[in-house]
């Protein structure tokens, strides 16, 4: 009787393994568009890395694409390029957000977003604003107006323009040490 248990077992199991699992595609959203370009993305996968205080790392699987539209045309549909896989890190916190990227020589930098700052995000970091509310509170930022919007809905202090300088780290986990 144990045999037939384990026969049926692992037989289930290997059912499971061969038949794939339905998965639903990621939801493509939308970062900035600037001189006849727009950037867009998706969170593939989202696992916590690490805690500290009222703050959480998450390791993001993320996919990117670019567009092209001739003469400003944001509104006309154009093929997306891109669509490769990359690690980042969000650094949900609501002194200090951030963004961890590896950089041109592959070190890890820690980008600091002024999520709260008074016109909005500067434009160079539309998209990696709208990354962070996207993995930090699961919605979309479309533009500088409803980043604000967002930072003081989600009590995210004022900040200036600019906030801390951007530092090269060792590993993501580094921005959790005080």
């Not at 077992?9 to 499971?16: G, K, S, V």
């Not at 805690?51 to 400003?72: C, I, M, N, Y």
């Not at 650094?91 to 977003?113: H, M, N, V």
């Not at 509310?133 to 930022?141: Q, R």
Request: charged share 25%.
């Amino acid at each position: 009787m144990h045999r037939l248990r384990t026969g049926k077992l692992a037989t289930l199991l290997a059912c499971l393994t061969l038949t794939p699992a339905t998965t639903n595609a990621a939801e493509l959203i939308p970062g900035r568009c600037h001189m006849d370009t727009c950037n867009w993305f998706s969170i593939e996968e989202k696992d916590l890395a690490g805690t500290a205080k009222a703050e959480a790392l998450f390791k993001v699987v993320l996919k990117r694409w670019q567009s092209h539209h001739p003469d400003g045309n944001y509104g006309r549909k154009t093929p997306r390029q891109g669509g490769q896989a990359s690690i980042s890190y969000a650094f949900c916190s609501k002194t200090k957000p951030a963004l961890i990227d590896r950089d041109g020589q592959g070190r890890w930098t820690a980008e600091y977003l002024p999520i709260n700052a008074a016109f909005g995000p500067p434009g160079a970091l539309e998209t990696a604003t709208t990354i962070y509310f996207a993995a930090c509170h699961a919605i979309g930022a479309g533009n500088r107006e409803s980043a604000t919007d967002l930072a003081r809905r989600f009590g995210y202090p004022e900040q200036e323009e600019e906030g801390p300088a951007d530092k090269p780290i060792t590993r993501p986990e580094d921005i959790l040490k005080p």
